[in-house]
């Protein structure tokens, strides 16, 4: 019987096929390979914004930047992963371990759980970020066989050096470029998943911890050193999280709030145009994936606060009277440090939780308002 994991399937294939699993074979090749393709897909997008911003329209423009800031933002992170290669395999191999290690005294079976949750949430939200390239495919080429009067237009707007308006170049460019577009979604919904993934790992040896500590007896001094030395080690795997996802969540929500203000801006002016609801399907369902990125990052601020809350209130349940002074003096900095919280931030400077995601909703609102009163 397979040891039970809280690392779900389909993050780690995710990680392979981003060449940032540690100690993958080939994962040399296999970044050249990603840095090519992603630095040549974003030259000619940013060079067809750059020639074609005089003669488009508002509505072309933010449209071209909404579709080119994922991909910048896939790129960020892949760098960041690769840098942090060294963290990432610790934070991976300490979750493996922890698993194994703290099986024994699961006896709510909270770590299966927790591993059916990592598999399920994650895969819906790979799922839905891949549902949001096809919508948008059908989005675009529904769009051209309503206006079959304008002339035929590629996937993504790429300024490329050759002529794509005849078959079979046209047909051959469009499927290279869905495959580019499928392989950044799918890369961008698994660093998403990745975090997801950790912050429930983090938050059910929390549970196992507590559940362990008020299921024994207190006057047994070995259980209360194993509640501050375990105290200790989640303590130094949060940090390892910080460190990791601090300046990911910082490009994440600064381009997510740019995305969804775009988005937030077409769909109100697509409401109001004839024939544009192929448009506003490529749009909706980008939009709501765009949010649930940005809301995933925000609850995991939220979610980690909340369990060190909990461990704050299993130290105050410790029958401290029933130990040695020198010992029960130990679970003062527990308690002080618990009601800190763990701290993850956007870029070490603010604390990501839920009131995070409705000032990002809330500024998206106002940035589409100045939109709308340009147009």
């Not at 508002?58 to 800031?69: K, M, P, Q, R, T």
């Not at 024994?216 to 509640?227: I, V």
């Not at 937030?264 to 980008?286: A, D, Q, R, S, T």
């Amino acid at each position: 019987m397979a040891a039970i994991n809280t690392i779900s399937r389909s993050v780690k294939y995710g990680l392979h096929y981003a060449a940032s699993w540690p100690g993958a074979p080939l994962s040399v090749l296999y970044k050249l390979i990603w840095m090519i393709v992603l630095g040549v897909g974003q030259t000619h997008q940013y060079n067809y914004i750059i020639r074609h911003y005089k003669v488009h329209t508002l509505i072309e423009i933010i449209d071209n930047i909404s579709i080119c800031l994922p991909f910048s933002l896939v790129c960020i992170k892949l760098v960041i992963a690769w840098t942090h290669e060294g963290l990432l395999r610790s934070i991976l191999s300490t979750m493996e371990e922890e698993c194994q290690t703290y099986a024994v005294m699961d006896t709510n079976n909270l770590i299966s759980k927790t591993a059916h949750w990592c598999y399920r949430l994650t895969n819906i939200i790979i799922s839905t970020t891949m549902a949001s390239t096809v919508f948008y495919v059908i989005g675009v080429f529904t769009s051209e066989g309503v206006n079959a009067t304008t002339p035929r237009e590629l996937l993504l707007k790429m300024d490329l050096p050759f002529d794509t308006s005849k078959s079979p170049t046209f047909e051959l460019v469009v499927i290279v470029q869905y495959f580019y577009q499928a392989s950044s979604a799918f890369i961008f919904a698994v660093f998403t998943g990745l975090l997801l993934m950790i912050v429930l790992h983090i938050g059910c040896q929390i549970d196992v911890m507590c559940q362990t500590s008020s299921e024994t007896p207190y006057k047994n001094e070995k259980q209360l050193k194993f509640f501050i030395s375990r105290h200790q080690e989640i303590i130094l795997f949060a940090e390892k999280i910080e460190k990791f996802f601090t300046y990911i969540a910082l490009s994440q929500l600064i381009t997510n709030t740019l995305i969804i203000c775009c988005l937030g801006y077409l769909i109100v002016l697509i409401i109001h145009i004839e024939n544009g609801f192929p448009m506003f399907m490529k749009c909706v369902v980008f939009y709501i994936s765009v949010c649930s990125e940005a809301f995933v990052y925000c609850f995991a601020g939220e979610y980690l606060n909340i369990k060190s809350k909990l461990i704050a209130d299993t130290a105050y349940e410790f029958l401290w009277y029933d130990t040695h002074p020198s010992k029960s003096r130990l679970l003062i900095p527990v308690i002080l440090r618990s009601q800190r919280g763990f701290s993850f931030t956007l870029g070490k400077f603010a604390n990501l939780s839920m009131s995070t995601f409705a000032a990002i909703m809330k500024a998206s609102g106002s940035y589409i308002s100045v939109l709308l009163a340009m147009t």
